[in-house]
């Protein structure tokens, strides 16, 4: 039988990181943006910043086949940007990989 | 039945839809549009559409087993005469030493016309007959619902649960017209009138008269909109909402609907009867009818990602 006070659980290890982290208000912000004519933007803010998300967009790319880059904003952190309308691909992909939880998305947009 | 009702989820949408056309703001919104009808009517057509299927599958079924030869002498008939044909068949072919093998298929063939005749003529009349029984059926449970409010007052018999629980709702109906729960006040929404101007452009064209209709500024909505949709806009001097892309009217719809969902239907009861107020940085949602107060997200259009030419925005920076 463990007794819960004695575990070595810091239940403040969240907020060490949190506060000035990228992630305002713990959500995942995709969006669509319209280009010129018929193509579209995805855009994915509020990744958390442990993730890698270069090797993110590396695999987004291959996976959607869309081309894809990784913006550096001074108020939103990195953001993930990819081409034409990947919010459907980019949210079950993202739940498959385990990096957000369904309702931690937050999808904008028509 | 209530708890259902008040659910206001997403998810749920589609299906409600084309159960009960009359629930949810989803659906005022698709008032007058017919399009509700039409899914509604085609839900139908699918269903009947998939019993003829039904019926052309079991005959491909029979054309398939029949081809093969062995299996469609060993099938049994149900009909006299088609055994005594086949039998004919039959003899002739063993006759000529089975040689005539093409003869026989044709023959098979025949066969299976009839067949395929007979079985889809006795199908069709048994989805008649049962699609007559089901509305009968119908009819006689909605002439007992209307027995139960009636009758049960003159006798002295036990109540069934089904007839308190009728009454129970038809008094909470009387004495509350509007009440949210139980038939469902309808939250009329008009369309939004959605026409392209141009090749780049959208006018929205009754804007004020839906923030009008749901008693919000239009200044919030228009932040609302243009932060969804990524884009700019602006009221122009006709009342218009001209934005800058091209959107079809179910776009502007969907984001309507999400617009109604988070700022104006009270979060708790779903009342659309609310007041939204501004306090210290923050939007709160009043509920005119139950009272609850609760905070809303506030509308941030968050990251955007350089669209425009970008040789032009150098040079207006430069
Ligand atoms: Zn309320």
Redesign the pocket.
């Known amino acids: 039988m463990s007794i819960q006070n004695l575990n070595t659980f810091d239940p403040f290890a969240d907020a060490s990181k949190g506060a000035d982290d990228d992630v305002q208000d713990g959500l995942v912000h995709i969006r669509i943006q319209q280009r010129n004519g018929r193509k579209t933007l995805t855009t994915v803010q509020g990744l958390s910043s442990e993730y890698d998300l270069k090797k993110i967009v590396r695999a987004c790319k291959k996976e959607f086949a869309c081309n894809g880059t990784v913006i550096e904003h001074p108020e939103y952190g990195e953001v993930l940007q990819l081409q034409g309308d990947q919010r459907e691909n980019i949210c079950q992909w993202l739940t498959k990989a385990g990096l957000a939880k369904p309702d931690q998305l937050k999808v904008h947009g028509f | 039945m209530a708890e259902d009702e008040t659910i206001f989820d997403p998810t749920l949408k589609k299906k409600k839809k084309k159960k009960k056309a009359t629930f949810d703001i989803d659906a005022a919104l698709a008032e007058g549009n017919d399009s509700l009808d039409g899914n509604t009517l085609s839900g139908e057509n699918d269903a009947l559409v998939a019993n003829d299927e039904n019926d052309d599958a079991n005959a491909d079924i029979d054309l398939d087993f029949t081809k093969q030869k062995k299996k469609k002498k060993k099938k049994p008939f149900s009909t006299d005469d088609l055994e005594a044909a086949l039998n004919d068949v039959k003899d002739e072919t063993s006759g000529l030493e089975g040689t005539n093998q093409d003869e026989e298929i044709i023959d098979d063939n025949f066969d299976l016309d009839f067949n395929k005749l007979k079985k889809k003529k006795k199908s069709k009349k048994k989805d008649l007959d049962e699609i007559m029984a089901e509305v009968d059926d119908k009819a006689e449970d909605k002439e007992n619902v209307d027995d139960n409010a009636i009758t049960w007052s003159g006798s002295d018999r036990d109540y069934t649960y089904e007839e308190l629980l009728n009454r129970a709702f038809e008094i909470m109906r009387d004495k509350n017209p509007d009440m949210a729960a139980g038939k469902k006040q309808k939250f009329v929404m008009r369309p939004p009138q959605v026409v392209k101007i141009g090749a780049k452009k959208t006018s929205f064209a009754n804007f004020t008269e839906i923030c009008k209709m749901l008693h919000r500024q239009p200044k919030h909505l228009l932040d609302f909109l243009l932060a969804e949709l990524g884009t700019s806009g602006s009221v122009d001097g006709n009342s218009q909402l001209i934005i800058k892309g091209r959107f079809q009217q179910k776009q502007i719809e969907n984001v309507l609907r999400r617009y109604i969902k988070e700022y104006v239907t009270?979060?708790?009861?779903?009342?659309p009867d609310?007041i939204l107020q501004k306090d210290t940085r923050l939007f709160f949602l009043q509920?005119e009818?139950?009272?609850?107060r609760c905070s809303v997200a506030s509308i941030k259009s968050g990251f955007q990602a350089v669209t425009s030419k970008r040789a032009a925005m150098r040079a207006k920076t430069a």
Do not use: D, K, Q
């Not at chain 2, 009270?266 to 009342?271: E, G």
């Not at chain 2, 009818?289 to 609850?292: K, N, V």
């Open positions: 009270c979060h708790t009861c779903r009342s609310t509920c009818t139950c009272g609850s």
